[in-house]
């Protein structure tokens, strides 16, 4: 019994320290584990099989609307970085160099790619030459590497895994089609799939993405109040083509630019399933992203028949397209509960003798810890069920804690009373003018998260120089 309350004791809790039980949710949940590589993790299994559940959802989303996917080196020479100069001087800071090839200094440093602008640019120079090249709608999975100064799992770590949508298109108008058209991929699958309620709208400049003409983003709101940036679509217009010399015949013989975009989700978004919808127990995942959706828990298991019916039950949920795991090792039921209910399994299923003798099983919901018990011939519809009424449920929450973390300032004052005290979003009127962003930044510690696409007319004047709004902006606290 002593062991079994270590499991669940081990956790801090939530309201004492949010970032202490975020690293013990990580690590209690098996999801990454410490590297002698400095500022790296190792994604294990639990962990990993969400991410490729991420790519599974994505790469489907992405291939609807007519994605191909692609493989660009992970090195980039020098000379090519310094192409486009607010790229390069966005990311010089960050970026990893390699030197020498075996024992021989290189004639030119090449960089471990932080993200392939460049590469993408240098080969589509290449690839397009006529209007019948376009649009270029590629995408690549893979891994870039910054050097972060300060890292934690999943949130910020010096190479994570992403993917770098990269597109061309023969006009403006199509270009920006396409970033929206990304951004609300973004947004459909973190509602749908991750549960997570999103703001969608357009960076500030100063926020936006180095090179960039414009940046759209999704925002969403952990359960400590902090804002998280969970995906980002980039308009280039016409200047990465114009640095790197992309362009094309047109229908009427003349050349002309291509305009580009840029999209990514990341490993990140691991980080925001944990922080939007953990608790006290430890990880709770939405069904539809649940490596395993149900966990079938024999009790009494040496008893006769128990482990029969128990492997019986769990290859009847496995057929009817439950991801099902049972577990039968020697450990106490009361263990296995604890265990399931900390790697945040949706639903498990107890079954024991006297349940099978009365022909039923009890399922326990994770988020609610509901009981239900079923007939054993009504169990795989209710299980069915069940993970779809929790799915809906852990959305209608979180929307519920964001709606109730969002607040509205119409001073200055009011706003960093809020900032100070109440973590969330806070939403306010801005000028335009950076000076006040950076104002805000440096007196209430808050950053523009975006300017949403759903306007509002709080005041008409700017919270801070109080000169005529321009707009309404999310601002908070962010990870
Ligand atoms: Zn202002």
Known sequence: MAKEKKLVESITSMEEDFAQWYTDVVKKAELTDYTSVKGCMVIKPAGYAIWENIQHELDRRFKETGVENVYLPMLIPE????KEKDHVEGFAPEVAWVTHGGLEPLQERMCVRPTSETLFCDFYANDIHSYRDLPKVYNQWCSVMRWEKTTRPFLRSREFLWQEGHTAHATAEEAEARTIQMLNVYADFCEEVLAIPVVKGRKTDKEKFAGAEATYTIESLMHDGKALQSGTSHNFGDGFAKAFGIQYTDKDNTLKYVHQTSWGMTTRMIGAIIMVHGDNS??????RIAPVQAMVIPI??????????????????????????MDDSDKSPGWKFSES???????????????????????VRRDTREKITVSLEELTGKVTETLEIMQKDMLERARTHRESHTYTAKTLDEFKDIAENKPGFIKAMWCGDQACEDALKEEAGVTSRCIPFQQEEITCECIY????????????KAY
């Open 79 to 82: 000379s090519l970085l310094q």
């Open 282 to 287: 430890g990880l709770v995942l939405p069904p």
């Open 300 to 325: 009494q298991q040496k008893k006769e028949g128990v482990l029969d019916k128990a492997a019986e039950v769990k290859e009847a949920l496995v057929k009817s397209g439950i991801r099902t795991r």
């Open 341 to 363: 209910e900390m790697r945040g399994i949706p639903v498990r299923i107890e079954l024991g003798p006297k349940d099978i003798e009365a022909g039923q099983a009890v399922i």
């Open 465 to 476: 120089c109080k000169k005529p709004a321009k707009a309404m902006v999310y601002w908070g």
